[in-house]
């Protein structure tokens, strides 16, 4: 997810920064800031090149059609510049200023979970989903930042790599891997097959001259042949050796935690608060379904409540209506700035994407010139039966959807991103982020704008979006306890799906899509974690301000300072941050 970019003032910054500039340069050299500014300069240009998805994503088109480069000797190459540029600019950080030192600590964050990743996670040997999800080009053809020609030529370019990128997936990965991964990678290759062969056809099947396209059928050709001749090597090669060890286990789960949140905790003390939390939220939900009903049973309340959804055919122009008196609602309560008037477009998920989500947010990268951003939902296929449809529309009740629209879009990840990319902060800062605050603030809102009144037409109106509040809620809590009991504490993928059949009222084949993801996404704790640190962060700084406090004022503070790690920004906006964990 992405967003879109527009100037605004960035008071909690400039206030932390106004008395912190560099020192300038001296005749005995230049001054820390500059040297830790071209030291950063020079690594982001490494980790652009060996990484240009990332910056394609970013925005930064100069490196797409570069090298991805999977070979055994590249990768070891590129682990051994993340080493170097650790060496050189760990002794950087107390002679900066303020403002630099932020960036360096962000930086080097960044660099610690790529290490992390290639070392102890081995992603590279042990997780064919890497290379499966390695060839993404839809944003070639949804975004026009640069003229058709163009990105042709870079479609061309990326295609024509993909006989070596498999090549050193085969030669790369362990003999035995595990099965949660092989399966997912072989339906994540071919779904980038069909996504080539359908829908990249059909987007460049007009406005390409005749020699690019004969050009592209070959690439187009060859790098479909890749994908399903990768699913059909794990399918023959792999799947009759798989196992079930894919815990990360304790040691990584806490250096998961320290490298991408920089939080030094124990999970268990994690898991403790999760527990309790979910107790409470489930008392909640009890509550507040007898509001509604207090004849029946939470759940069959809830039931209740999925059935008022829309048609099938009106499913985008509801979500579609319903965003305008959101958006408003910010406004008339003066939550949070909106920095753009340009408007999110609603539309349905393209068809590669619909087997893995069923609503989500799309915007530009915070350096991209191309500025609409999509809000999609999945709608039901026409080959569906009467039952199908009906169940698949029943997790887009009215009440459902409204929720859902805060998480994506309004102030969820689409108002995030607007200030991302509105802000006058560092590449570094809209480069690196943090799983817990991106997920954190859009699971955050949603608790926020219950509090703030939204709905509330009456009180079974109100409860009717609170409960579907809660019901999200407890799915994201459900996710923080499975994270941490499947990777240090051995639960089962089919304890993981008990649990959540139980505490979050799911059905068996959707609580198993949450545990199963689990299994290879130990990170989706964040959405939990992330919601709680920024609560806390909120009650601090309340504290703090006193009568002066706003909450529009904390919002926009939060978000205009990138999108760091959750206990860096406690630095920015709290005086004297307490000591002990920040959630």
Known sequence: MKCIRLIMPVLGLLLFFSACKPKKETAAGPSPDSTFAKVADEFLEGYFTFRPGVATYLGLHQYDRAKRDYSKAGLAAELDRLKAFEQKLAPLGDSLSPKARFDHKLLLAGIHQEIFAMEDLAIYTKNPMTYAGSISLNIFVQRDFAPLKERVKSIIAIEDQTPAIFAAARENLADSLAKPYVETAILIARGGADFLEKELV????????????????????????????????????KLSKVHNHYAIGKANYKKMLLYNEMLDVNPEDILTQGLAELKKEQELFAQVAKVINPNKKAIDVFEDLKKDHPTADNLIPDAKKNLETIRQFLIDKKIITVP???????????????????????????????????????????????KQKEEWLSQF????????????AYPGH?????????????????????????????????????????????????????????????????????????????????DATKFIEDNA????????????????????????????????????????????FSLQKFHDQLLDNGMPPITLLREVLLKNPPAGASF
Not at 209 to 235: C, M, P, V, Y
Not at 397 to 408: C, G, K, L, R
Not at 507 to 523: H, I, M, N, S, V
């Open 202 to 237: 059909e987007a460049l099947s007009q406005g390409v001259d005749d020699s690019l396209k004969t050009a592209f059928t070959a690439s187009n050709k060859k790098a479909i042949a890749e994908l399903r001749g990768f699913a059909t090597w794990l399918e023959k090669e």
């Open 340 to 386: 753009s008037e340009v408007r999110v477009e609603v539309k349905e998920t393209p068809q590669f994407a619909r087997s893995t989500s069923t609503a989500s947010m799309d915007t530009p990268g915070p350096f991209e010139k191309a500025t609409q951003a999509f809000y999609y939902i999945t709608p039901t296929e026409k080959n569906w039966s009467a």
């Open 505 to 548: 009222y799911y059905a068996y084949k959707p609580a198993y899509q949450e545990a199963l993801r689990g299994t290879f996404d130990p990170g989706y704790l964040s959405y939990t974690l992330g919601k709680l640190q920024i609560l806390k962060l909120r009650e601090e700084y309340k504290a703090q301000e006193g009568a002066s």
């Open 414 to 494: 689409y108002v995030q991103f607007l200030h991302l990319n509105a802000s006058p902060i560092s590449k570094i800062q809209k480069t690196f982020g943090s799983y817990a605050f991106v997920e954190g603030w859009a699971h955050y809102t949603e608790k926020m704008m219950i509090e703030e009144g939204f709905g509330a037409k009456d009180p079974v109106t109100q409860a009717k979006y609170h409960l579907a509040q809660l019901d999200e809620s407890l799915l994201r809590l459900c996710r923080l306890c499975v994270s941490i009991k499947t990777h240090t504490e051995g639960m089962t993928l089919a």
């Open 397 to 408: 009740s009215y009440y459902v959807t409204d929720i859902i629209s805060v998480h994506e």
